[in-house]
C-alpha cells in the first residue's frame, strides 16, 4: 500500500511539473549536446527521495528542444548493478522523454557509482560509439546523489573530465564536500549543488543555466560560397527574445586577423566593415557583393536587453571568379541537329549568348543569339556525318566577352533501304520487294528503263508512299532496270537498282549493281 501511494505521488509531481508555465525564453533552440544523468536509486534513497529527484529531472529538462540537432538526454541508475534506462538517441521529443521519466523504478541495493561511471565512460559519453554522444559537441554528466558512500569517484570523474566531459553534481545529503568539490569541473559555485530534497525546485534554474552555459550552440557556419556571396548559418540563441543579430564581415589584409572587439576600430585590418541587422528569430543571412578569391572575417554579435551573449565570428574564402561559359557540352545529337549547352548561368553578369557553328574543314558560317537566361540551344539543318565546330560567347555587362569552342558530329545517315529483290511474275512482270526503317522519309522513286545490247531505252517513273515497302511493274522489257530511291524532305536520296532479264522458259533474273 506505502509503495502504491509512493508511485502515485510520483506521478503527480511529474504531471505538475508538465502542466506548468512554458518554457523560459530563450532556452528552445539554445543548445546542441549531449547530457548524461547518473541518478542514484540505490537502497540509501527512499522511494520519496527517489520520486522527488525525478520530479527534478522532469522540470529540468521541460523547456530544452530535442532532437538529432539539439539536446540529446540519457539516464543511467545508480544500484548494485547499475542500468541504463534510456541512452542519448531514445526520445527525441518531450512527451516521450516525460513519459519515460514517469515509469522509471528505482533499482535499490548497493551505491556502485564507480561502475556507472564505467559504463559512462566506455560507451555512453564515447564520442562516435553505437548509440553514444556526438562527435565534436559539447558533453555534460549531471551527477544527483544523496551523498552515502558514492564510493572512490575521484579518479573515474577526473579521467571523464580529461577526455572533455563537463561534470556537474547535485546533492540531497550531507555528502563530503571535499569529494564532491574535487569531481565537479569548475566553476565549483556553479556546478555543484546542495539542497534539501523537498526544496530541489529552488535550484532548478541554476542547474539549467549552469547546463545551457556548457551545451549553448555558439556556432556560425558558412554555406553556399561563390566568387560574389556566402550564406551564414547559426543557432537562434535569440530566438523568443527581443533582441537582435547584428552582422559585420570584410575583406582581411595579408596576415590579418579580422575579428572585432568592442573598443576597437573597426577600421583596423582590412578596412571598413559592412553591417547587416536580422531579426531575432533569424538564424541565416546571405552576404553578398563580395569579391573573388577574397578571404573575409564575418563576425555576428546577438544583442538582447539585459542580457550578454557571446560573438561569433568565422573566416572564408569567396571562389576564385568564373566567367560564362566555362563548360559547353553537347548532346541530343542526331543526323541534322545538336543541342550545345553551357555554363555556368549567369544571367546577373551576362547581357547575351552568340553561337557561331561551321562545318569543318571549309563550312558556311552561322550564327545565332540566345537570351541570357538560357543556358543551350538546339542547332537545327546540319549536314549528317559531319564535324562542327561551335563557339559559344558570353557578352558580359562589364564589356568582357568570353568564348569557349567545342567540335561536335552529327550522326551518320542510316541506309533508307536494302535488299532490294525482284521476281518474275509471268512473262514480262517483276514483284519487286525492299527494306526500308528510317522515319522522316517523303516516299519512294521507282524507275526502271529496258536496255538492249547496252544501250538504255524509254525510262519510266513511280511514286510510292513512305510506308510501301513493295509494288509489282507489269510490260516491261526482256532486259529491264530497275531502281528504287528514297525521297527526303529536300532532295531524292542514293538508291538500289537490280537489272531484270526475262528468258523463253517465264524465269526472271535480278541481282544488284
Known amino acids: 500500500m506505502e509503495m502504491s501511494l509512493t508511485w502515485m505521488l510520483l506521478c503527480l509531481l511529474l504531471r505538475a511539473s508538465t502542466a506548468q ?7 528552445l533552440n539554445c543548445c546542441e549536446g549531449d547530457v548524461l544523468f547518473i541518478l542514484d536509486s540505490s537502497g540509501s534513497v527512499s522511494s520519496y527521495e527517489h520520486s522527488r529527484m525525478l520530479a527534478f529531472l522532469s522540470e529540468l529538462l521541460l523547456p530544452f528542444s530535442l532532437g538529432e540537432d539539439q539536446v540529446r538526454v540519457g539516464l543511467l541508475q545508480v544500484g548494485t548493478r547499475p542500468r541504463l534506462e534510456f541512452g542519448f538517441d531514445t ?3 518531450q512527451s516521450g522523454l516525460q513519459g519515460a521519466l514517469r515509469n522509471i523504478k528505482p533499482l535499490r541495493g548497493d551505491t556502485n557509482t564507480v561502475e556507472a561511471l564505467r559504463m559512462a565512460k566506455e560507451w555512453v559519453l564515447r564520442p562516435g560509439a553505437a548509440g553514444g554522444a556526438r562527435v565534436g559537441l559539447p558533453r555534460v554528466l549531471v551527477w544527483l546523489t544523496d551523498g552515502v558512500k558514492p564510493g572512490d569517484v575521484i579518479g573515474p570523474m577526473a579521467r571523464l573530465q580529461e ?14 564536500y571535499q569529494v564532491l568539490r574535487q569531481v565537479v569541473t569548475p566553476p565549483v559555485e556553479t556546478n555543484l549543488y546542495f539542497v534539501d530534497i523537498d526544496d530541489m525546485s529552488i ?7 549552469a547546463i545551457i552555459e556548457i551545451i549553448r550552440a555558439e556556432r556560425i557556419q558558412v554555406r553556399d560560397v561563390s566568387s560574389n556571396s556566402a550564406t551564414l548559418l547559426w543557432r537562434p540563441v535569440l530566438s523568443g527574445l527581443m533582441g537582435s543579430y547584428e552582422i559585420r564581415f570584410r575583406p582581411l589584409l595579408t596576415g590579418g586577423v579580422g575579428v572585432w572587439r568592442p573598443g576597437t576600430s573597426p577600421s583596423t585590418g582590412g578596412g571598413e566593415y559592412q553591417k547587416q541587422t536580422q531579426s531575432a528569430d533569424s538564424s541565416t543571412a546571405k552576404l553578398t557583393g563580395l569579391k573573388p578569391d577574397t578571404t573575409y572575417s564575418a563576425i555576428l554579435i546577438p544583442k538582447s536587453e539585459g542580457q550578454t551573449f557571446n560573438q ?10 568564373v566567367l560564362s561559359p566555362a563548360v559547353v557540352t553537347v548532346s541530343e545529337s542526331g543526323q541534322t541537329s545538336v543541342r550545345v549547352s553551357w555554363g555556368p548561368l549567369q544571367p546577373e553578369m551576362v547581357t547575351s549568348y552568340y553561337i557561331e557553328y561551321s562545318g569543318l574543314p571549309r563550312g558556311k558560317l552561322h550564327a545565332v543569339t540566345v537570351d541570357r537566361r538560357e543556358n543551350s540551344t538546339l542547332l537545327r539543318d546540319l549536314q549528317p556525318d559531319t564535324t562542327y565546330l561551335v563557339t559559344v560567347t558570353a557578352l558580359h555587362a562589364s564589356g568582357k566577352e ?14 533508307a533501304l536494302a535488299d532490294l529483290q525482284l521476281t518474275t511474275v509471268g512473262s514480262d512482270s517483276v514483284q519487286v520487294d525492299w527494306k526500308g526503317s528510317v522515319p522522316g522519309l517523303r516516299g519512294y522513286w521507282l524507275t526502271w528503263e529496258g536496255q538492249q545490247n547496252s544501250v538504255p531505252g524509254q525510262r519510266s517513273s513511280l511514286y510510292l508512299p513512305p510506308d510501301s515497302l513493295s509494288t ?3 510490260h516491261l522489257p526482256p532486259l529491264a532496270r530497275v531502281c528504287v530511291s528514297p525521297i527526303y524532305r529536300t532532295a531524292r536520296g542514293e538508291g538500289l537498282c537490280c537489272t531484270a532479264q526475262f528468258h523463253s522458259h517465264g524465269l526472271a533474273y535480278g541481282y544488284q549493281s
Not at 561569433?312 to 571568379?321: A, C, H, R
Open 21 to 27: 508555465s512554458p518554457a523560459p525564453e530563450g532556452v
Open 91 to 93: 526520445h527525441s521529443t
Open 163 to 176: 577526455e572533455g566531459v563537463a561534470v556537474l553534481v547535485v546533492s540531497t545529503g550531507h555528502g563530503n
Open 203 to 209: 535550484i532548478t534554474e541554476d542547474v539549467r543555466d
Open 312 to 321: 561569433l565570428s568565422v573566416n572564408f574564402t569567396t571562389k576564385p571568379e
Open 402 to 415: 568570353r568564348a569557349m569552342s567545342v567540335k561536335v558530329c552529327t550522326q551518320e545517315v542510316t541506309p
Open 472 to 474: 509489282r511493274l507489269t
